[in-house]
């Protein structure tokens, strides 16, 4: 099984500053058939389900604010959110599905405004 | 327009069955595999299992395997999760989640609103 381990476990950032979470999976999940990353993002509050950010890596889904973008392959991966703003605080995962249909969630970064 | 609704809030007793569904409309439920995610309280998402209604074909998680049983109803669009005894620790909250698998595959796009499972005597 394919290990995500997210950093740091919790942030504090001033509300218009650049926040920066990571992620690192134990093996690659650069699917070599479509050089695509199958690492996706998502933002978690309470109350409601998971929504995704970023596919491939770095693919904003339809709707996401560009102020959120995804970089990174192989298997070190970085979202950043250029701009907090007061709805962004949530907790946020990344999730790898290299292992189609099998995959696995970091355990999550809690996003807080400082 | 797509949607996943899960069924409601259960309380059970240690040692209960218990199934809980997630409907899904407004796409074609055979294409589409269907997961299910545990949070427990205070906790973080977990990848419990998936299925493929198109043909049945599931597979679990390593720390599910055995613990709940993934099921689908092609008829109703509907996909299921059981347990035939519940403990305590598997009081959490449960999502169900769309998964579009393949050569180019999509991650969890449309999410169920949870169903929350407390498990206590």
């Known amino acids: 099984d394919i290990m995500m381990t997210q950093s740091p476990d919790s942030l504090a950032v001033s509300l218009g500053e650049r926040a920066t979470i990571n992620c690192k999976s134990s093996?690659?999940?650069?699917?070599?058939?479509?050089?695509?990353?199958?690492l996706a993002w998502y933002q978690h509050k309470p109350g409601q389900p998971p929504k995704l950010l970023i596919y491939r890596a770095s693919t904003r889904e339809s709707g996401v604010p560009d102020r959120f973008s995804g970089s990174g392959s192989g298997t070190d991966f970085t979202l950043t959110i250029s701009s907090l703003q007061p709805e962004d605080v949530a907790v946020y995962y990344c999730h790898q599905y290299y292992t189609t249909p099998h995959g696995s969630f970091g355990q999550g970064t809690k996003l807080e405004i400082k | 327009e797509v949607q996943l609704v899960q069924s409601g809030a259960e309380l059970k007793k240690p040692g209960e069955s218990l199934k809980i569904s997630c409907k899904s409309s407004?796409?074609?439920?055979?294409?589409?595999?269907i997961a299910w995610v545990r949070q427990m309280p205070e906790k973080g998402l977990e990848w419990m299992g998936i299925i493929f209604p198109g043909d049945s074909d599931t597979r679990y998680g390593p720390s599910f395997r055995g613990q709940v049983t993934i099921s689908a109803d092609k008829s109703t669009s509907t996909a299921y999760l059981q347990w035939t005894s519940l403990k305590a620790s598997d009081t959490g909250m449960y999502f169900c989640?769309?998964?579009?698998?393949?050569?180019?595959?999509?991650?969890?796009?449309?999410w169920g609103q949870g169903t929350l499972v407390t498990v206590s005597s």
């Open positions: 093996q690659s999940v650069l699917y070599s058939s479509n050089n695509n990353n199958h």
């Open positions: 407004g796409y074609s439920f055979t294409r589409y595999w």
């Open positions: 989640a769309r998964f579009y698998g393949g050569y180019d595959p999509h991650p969890f796009d449309y």
